[in-house]
């Protein structure tokens, strides 16, 4: 089945001379391949009369089209489509009752799509994209009978209520721009307001206008609009984007508290250790990035997430990925290090009501120190004291290493390509050698150059400022949150990548993270950060990583084992034999 897909933001008919329809065989020889819109100068392709030779993909300047060929058995499986050259979803996840069901894949797959059909906002149309509306039956007919259909027909029929958490919460504030309770009093269904406001430690923010909230904050309340609502069917998408672990393992007691009520939970999530823990089944969707998407039967969590990383998913063997993505063990981390490139001692700074304060410590040539804690305890602060963004009340800290930062929240106002802000922050840097292999490509920064720096989408923005930072010639590279809005492959490439540039350039990192994943990947070391969040904070370190998360995950109460197969880190369940035999010999994370 082949599948001719255009990216529509890509596609530029004005800056181009038609080379996919120029140099197409088939239309050289008289035949109607490839049309030229009248109206738009794009190109539309006939799927039944491409011959696959891929010159139009190779002779687009600006890597707009998509030609590629499936299985033909995934045809008659075509959930959705949108458009002639548009995506196209095969086969849908079953919400399943009293169970919490995980959706793991790569942005730009189709997840969000899956979530509009199984909610009833829009229709299946089984890939046929110019009828509005189809008959029910017809649909359901396709569908193979099982918990799916079932389901489907509950929305046909009946309908479903449904409660979605979105994705993208700091859009929140633009569509509501009252104080939180309102907000909250308006979708309190059941008037649960108090009791899950304490559940999710926000009551002092009740009083607040939606606009004046933290990241984490705006979460936690969407998380209880969402829980608030009575619905049959419960979404949330990407749920721990902005929490820290404390605040992560308190929402995955709460959203297994609801579907033990006996609701349909389904979750989209990029942690992979909350994943873990959260789900009871998973579906993986794989595909290519905004040309189709395809979901896999049910698997066990367990069997999905190592199949994922492995990147072979052997029923339907499939690889997903080149190589597999592996985690550290068996050697002690950091050996390689070498002289200290900054130093800092007694560091203490009051902001407002907060007060932060830190021991001795310093950070050496290619090492990579992961910074963890709760959130508002002063990490960012401590970083931005080491940029010379701030100055310390008290203390001392070395200023002689050339800093690159990459602050919490990225944006841009530049204006042009996404090229020309690489030749502009980096020069020619970017362009050839190791840096472009081992961080541009990894990033997948070099498939977005020709889009508008200012219209890229969160995780495209991310990875474009992590290439920024790792770019500028430097001693000290700080990476605040970088692991932000990337999916969850994209996290273990960025990890990847930050490790690379500084054990192959003897530089070092400091980079705060709340994923366990990514820091496990990433860290050498560890800065370990405690206290009361926005009262006071106080930094120990850097410890060695088995040491710094054994001291950070006691306060969190939380244990870690390693995966016997990928040896990933995984969340044991509170009061399991396995978590208290490691909380009575102290061991809260294995890092062996």
């Known amino acids: 089945m082949r599948v001719a897909v255009l990216l529509e933001d890509r596609c530029q008919p004005k800056k181009c001379n038609a080379e996919c329809w120029a140099f197409c065989p088939p239309v050289r020889n008289g035949i109607e391949c490839i049309v030229l819109d009248d109206s738009s100068g794009k190109p539309l392709v006939s799927e039944a009369l491409c011959i696959g030779c891929g010159i ?17 058995e995934l045809e008659g499986e075509m959930t959705h489509r949108y458009g002639e050259n548009g995506f196209r979803l095969f086969r849908l996840p079953a919400p399943r009752e009293e169970q919490v069901v995980g959706i793991l894949g790569p942005n730009g797959m189709g997840k969000s799509t899956a979530v509009n059909l199984l909610a009833g906002t829009i229709q299946p149309n089984l890939g046929d994209w110019t009828v509005d509306s189809r008959d029910w039956g017809g649909i ?41 309770r309102e907000l909250l009093e308006r979708v309190d269904d059941r008037g649960e307001l108090s009791e899950y406001a304490g559940m999710l430690a926000i009551e002092h923010v009740l009083e607040r206008k939606l606009g ?31 929490l820290d672990i404390h605040e992560r393992v308190r929402m995955v007691r709460i959203i297994q508290e609801l579907a033990g009520r006996g609701k349909r939970v389904i979750v989209v999530e990029h942690d992979l250790a909350i994943l873990d823990v959260l789900c009871d089944l998973l579906h993986v969707v794989y595909g290519e990035r905004a040309a189709y998407g395809i979901f896999t039967p049910p698997r066990s969590t367990r069997t999905a997430i190592n199949a994922y990383l492995d990147g072979f998913l ?11 993505i592996q985690f550290l063990r068996g050697r002690t981390r950091g050996e390689e290090a070498g002289a200290p490139v900054l130093k800092w001692g007694d560091i203490e700074k009051t902001l407002g009501d907060f007060h932060l304060k830190t ?16 959130n508002a305890t ?58 472009h292999t081992q961080v541009v490509r990894t990033l ?35 990476l605040d949150e970088p692991s932000a809005h990337l999916d969850a492959n994209a996290r273990m490439e960025a990890a990847k990548a930050i490790r690379r540039t500084m054990e192959g350039n003897e530089k070092a990192a400091m980079v705060i993270d709340h994923d366990i994943y990514f820091i496990d990947i990433v860290s050498d070391s560890l800065l370990v950060f405690d206290g009361e969040g926005g009262s006071n904070g106080n930094a120990v370190g850097p410890l060695s990583l088995r040491k710094g998360m054994n001291r950070f995950l006691a306060d969190v109460d939380v244990t870690f084992r390693r995966d016997h197969d990928s040896y990933r880190p995984r969340i044991n369940k509170t009061g399991s034999v ?8 102290g061991e809260y994370f294995y890092a062996q």
């Open 56 to 72: 139009c993909v190779n002779k687009c300047p600006f890597d707009a089209l998509i030609i590629t060929n499936l299985p033909e």
């Open 140 to 180: 359901l007919e396709t569908f193979p009978r099982g918990e799916l259909r079932d389901y489907l027909e509950m929305v046909a029929n009946e309908g479903v209520t449904v409660a979605v958490k979105p994705q993208y919460i700091d859009k929140l504030p633009k569509i509501f721009d009252g104080e939180v």
């Open 212 to 242: 004046a909230l933290s990241g984490g904050e705006l979460q936690r309340v969407a998380l209880c609009a969402t829980l608030l609502k009575e619905a049959e069917v419960y979404f949330f998408d990407e749920p721990s984007s902005y």
């Open 314 to 324: 052997p029923e339907e063997n499939i690889r997903i990925r080149d190589k597999p």
């Open 359 to 374: 021991g001795q410590g310093e950070v050496k040539s290619a090492e990579v120190v992961g910074v963890v804690g709760p």
């Open 378 to 435: 002063g990490k960012t602060t401590m970083v931005r004291i080491i940029a010379g963004e701030m100055e310390p009340d008290e203390g001392w800290c070395t200023m002689d290493a050339k800093v690159s930062y990459k602050p919490q929240h990225v944006s841009t106002e530049f204006e042009g390509t996404v090229q020309d802000w690489l030749d502009t922050e980096l020069g020619n840097r970017w362009r050839t050698g190791e840096f």
């Open 444 to 478: 997948q920064v070099d498939k977005m150059l020709e889009l508008q720096a200012k219209k890229l989408s969160g995780g495209e923005l991310q990875a474009v400022s992590i290439t920024i930072c790792l770019g500028k010639e430097a001693d000290l590279y700080l």
């Open 578 to 585: 396995k978590d208290r035999e490691q909380k009575a010999s």
